[in-house]
């Protein structure tokens, strides 16, 4: 596709539930970022991937948030056992080689943790 | 550390008045500078961005922002606002060439356009 696409646009867990939080990223993109949006506020960077190396974690809040992208192109982000605090969304964004990080974002999923 | 902060939560202004959302930035070496613009139960579409060529910066939808390093400023402005222009409005920071890739964002500037 032309941008970056998330799935899916809105999930609804349990507490305790574990989710899995898809990124498609636009075509050739190299980098790609993962984001925390809670309401009202900034997004916070959360992990980066240089293709399927993940070069950067230290945005991860604990150690229940994990981050794949094995192949260098999708890249899933999972939460086990969720928590009331983990409702947010979650942004994805991607950015081609030598493009002063300019990064382009999907849509978002919003979880809500019930 | 980078960090960047919105004076504003909130402005509002008249249609066809001037736009102004403030954004100071702190940055241990010349940074990136990004506006960005969130549209409800939407992602963020990039306005413009500053990466140490001309300061003052020109983007989509008429916005221009000018880089003031002895203020440490990356004010958003634009002439005339439009009812289309309401929405939120994010400033961010990175480090420039070699640094670390994450954006660091403000929290944002919520902008309403009255009739």
């Known amino acids: 596709g032309a941008g970056v696409s998330q799935s899916p646009r809105y999930k609804v867990a349990k507490r305790g539930q574990d989710v899995a939080l898809r990124c498609d990223p636009i075509?050739?993109?190299?980098?790609l970022f993962w984001y925390q949006q809670a309401l009202g506020q900034g997004p916070e960077f959360l992990t980066y991937?240089?293709?399927?190396?993940?070069?950067?974690k230290s945005g991860l809040p604990s150690d229940r948030f994990f981050a794949e992208r094995p192949e260098g192109s999708v890249s899933t982000l999972k939460i086990q056992r969720t928590q009331q605090e983990d409702s947010a969304v979650y942004l994805c964004?991607?950015?081609?080689?030598?493009?002063?990080?300019?990064?382009?974002f999907g849509p978002g999923t919003r979880l809500t943790v019930l | 550390a980078q960090s960047v902060t919105q004076l504003g939560s909130h402005v509002s202004v008249s249609e066809g008045a001037l736009v102004l959302l403030r954004c100071n930035y702190s940055?241990?070496?010349?940074?990136?500078l990004f506006w960005y613009v969130q549209y409800p139960n939407q992602g963020l579409q990039l306005l413009l961005k500053?990466?140490?060529?001309?300061?003052l910066v020109k983007g989509i939808n008429g916005f221009e922002a000018e880089f003031k390093k002895s203020e440490t400023s990356f004010h958003l402005t634009k002439p005339s606002a439009h009812m289309s222009d309401a929405a939120e409005y994010f400033c961010?920071?990175?480090?420039?060439?070699?640094?670390?890739?994450?954006?660091?964002f403000g929290k944002g500037t919520k902008l309403t356009v009255n009739p």
């Open positions: 964004a991607t950015r081609k080689r030598d493009s002063y990080n300019e990064q382009f």
């Open positions: 075509s050739g993109h190299v980098s």
């Open positions: 991937f240089q293709n399927e190396a993940q070069l950067d």
């Open positions: 940055s241990s070496v010349p940074p990136y």
């Open positions: 500053y990466t140490s060529a001309a300061t």
């Open positions: 961010a920071v990175s480090l420039g060439e070699g640094g670390s890739e994450k954006l660091v």
